[in-house]
């Protein structure tokens, strides 16, 4: 019973291909995260939707385009995938003033 | 433009003595503070936070002292056990509500 769950795990694919990323939470949270942590292992904040809404968009190329079809899930679609890309993406959610918690990640290769 | 800086990138504590993270902060309106731990292929997992109105919030084993003034803030664990062994991530946020920034981590070994 995964309290966030994130799928796939690992994704290796080529440079100039469409792909996704999906999130789901149990939690009953009302907020999601995406996070991308580069090779230089900062951790930094993408997206956040609260309830389907999107409330935080920190300067991400339009090529990345957050869906959330309802408040359990937050799906993360690339496009024209680039080298600068390959990063491992973590999924997380919170309830207002609490901490967050956090998918196990998906690491993304791009070639 | 780090906001937060953990300026030791790893760290080697024997177990059972003290272990002693490091975390500096330069926006001055940051009022949330947070660690959080990360074993190999799992995401973070909270640890203990710190709100500005206090300076030291204790729960178990781990320790965080806020230094408001310095902006720094530590995270003690005493005594270090061989489960602690992780990447520790110091973070900062506006308020509890606000984004969450994250600094590089602290890799922690605990030696035998």
């Known amino acids: 019973d995964t309290a966030v769950s994130q799928t796939p795990k690992y994704l290796v694919t080529q440079m100039g291909n469409d792909k996704s990323i999906k999130c789901e939470q149990n939690?009953?949270?009302?907020?999601m995260y995406w996070y991308k942590q580069d090779s230089k292992k900062f951790l930094k904040i993408m997206f956040s939707?609260?309830?389907?809404?999107?409330?935080i968009n920190e300067t991400v190329p339009n090529r990345f385009s957050p869906k959330s079809p309802d408040k359990a899930h937050l799906n993360l679609h690339i496009n024209s995938l680039e080298l600068g890309d390959s990063a491992v993406y973590f999924c997380?959610?919170?309830?207002?003033?609490?901490?967050?918690?956090f998918g196990p990640g998906t690491r993304l290769t791009v070639t | 433009d780090q906001q937060v800086k953990q300026n030791s990138p790893s760290l080697s504590v024997q177990e059972g003595r003290i272990s002693i993270l490091n975390c500096d902060y330069t926006?001055?309106?940051?009022?949330?503070f947070l660690w959080y731990k990360k074993y190999p292929a799992e995401g973070p997992t909270f640890l203990i936070s710190?709100?500005?109105?206090?300076d030291k919030n204790e729960d178990g084993r781990f320790t965080v002292f806020l230094n408001k003034s310095a902006k720094h803030l530590s995270l003690h664990i005493v005594p270090s056990q061989p489960g602690d062994s992780a990447v520790y991530f110091c973070?900062?946020?506006?308020?509890?509500?606000?984004?969450?920034?994250f600094g590089k981590g602290t890799r922690l070994h605990i030696l035998p």
């Open positions: 997380a959610s919170r309830i207002p003033g609490g901490e967050q918690y």
């Open positions: 926006n001055s309106m940051f009022d949330y």
């Open positions: 710190i709100s500005s109105i206090k």
């Open positions: 939707y609260n309830n389907k809404e999107l409330i």
């Open positions: 939690l009953g949270h009302d907020t």
């Open positions: 973070a900062a946020s506006l308020n509890r509500d606000d984004k969450i920034i």
